[in-house]
């Protein structure tokens, strides 16, 4: 135990330096893009954000799997009881578009679940970590690893709430969808109660459901596990479960395909 939360600290603190390294390069008066094979952007964040992160898991025993590396074997991913996955810069385009709603994703699987997990808001300095064993949950403010100790306090535990009176549903900025509007007009249906949309990037959503400040985060266009792993961590540390729309089993990773079926985090039995 004493080693898994040495491991935990690690992942903050690499949290909180990539963060710092992304908002050198996002208050700069330009970066430049690429497009990556499937299209989706890439800047020089992305690329130092991830060498940092790997740099402090590194000192774990646990290997890693990252959005920014070569995808490794999955004959050889499969043999991993344990590992990190890691998205450096979650919401690049948000990054681009400098909305300030981009994360730094952390997340530790052990045999396919997660087990803890770090977002970082670089932007806000707000910091979100989930010990799903735990079944604890903490936000806080935080810019230095000198205060990392400070986040794990009574006062910054999550304690997930209801809103009875309207449902919130939280979605992505940047990715519209007609099965999101066909989610929408059902739930309205079936409920019978307002509903307000929340649009937001990055991981950020999962953050919003797990602290009770939205209600539902459907996803139906394509994601990866490294999109999801650190969010799905803090949620089940409240108690919420991310549901493949598909299997209708929580969400498992270090798959053979690392692209997510459609998911849902909903408070709403």
């Known amino acids: 135990m004493r080693k898994l ?15 710092k390294e992304i908002m050198k ?16 952007p890439l800047t ?18 646990f290997p890693v799997i990252s959005e920014e590396d070569k995808q490794i074997s999955y004959d050889i991913r499969k043999r991993w009881k344990t590992c ?21 994703n952390i997340a530790l699987i052990e045999d396919g679940s997660p087990i803890f997990g770090v977002i970082y808001l670089p932007a806000t300095k707000i910091i979100y970590a989930g010990d799903v064993k735990q079944k604890r949950a903490y936000r806080a403010r ?3 690893v ?3 100790a400070s986040i794990f306090t009574e006062e910054n535990l999550i304690e997930h709430t209801y809103h009875k009176e309207k449902i919130r549903v939280v979605g992505s900025r940047s990715h519209p969808s007609e099965e999101m509007d066909h989610f929408i007009h059902k739930t309205r249906e079936e409920n019978q109660k307002p509903i307000e949309i929340i ?4 991981s950020i959503k999962f953050c919003l459901v797990a602290e009770g400040l939205a209600d539902i985060y459907p996803r139906f266009g394509p994601t990866m596990e490294w999109d999801t792993a650190a969010g799905q961590a803090i949620c089940e540390a409240v108690g919420l479960e991310v549901i493949d729309l598909i299997t209708s089993k929580k969400l498992l990773y270090n798959r053979r395909n690392p692209v997510n079926n459609p998911f849902l985090v909903s408070t709403i039995e």
């Not at 939360?5 to 963060?19: F, N, P, T, V, Y």
């Not at 740099?55 to 774990?60: I, Q, S």
């Not at 979650?90 to 909305?99: A, H, M, P």
Request: charged share 35%; hydrophobic share 40%; net charge negative.
């Open 44 to 61: 020089i964040a992305d690329k130092r954000a991830n060498k940092l992160i790997k740099n402090y898991l590194n000192k774990t025993s």
């Open 84 to 104: 990190w996955i890691i998205d450096p810069l979650d919401g690049t385009k948000e990054f681009i578009k400098r909305n300030g709603e981009f994360t730094v």
């Open 199 to 202: 649009p937001v990037g990055s």
């Open 142 to 144: 935080i810019d230095n």
């Open 5 to 19: 939360k040495e491991d935990m600290r690690l992942a903050i603190e690499a949290s909180i330096a990539a963060g």
């Open 25 to 40: 390069i996002y208050l700069s008066e330009n970066f430049e893009v690429e497009r990556k094979a499937d299209e989706s």
């Open 146 to 148: 000198e205060a990392i």
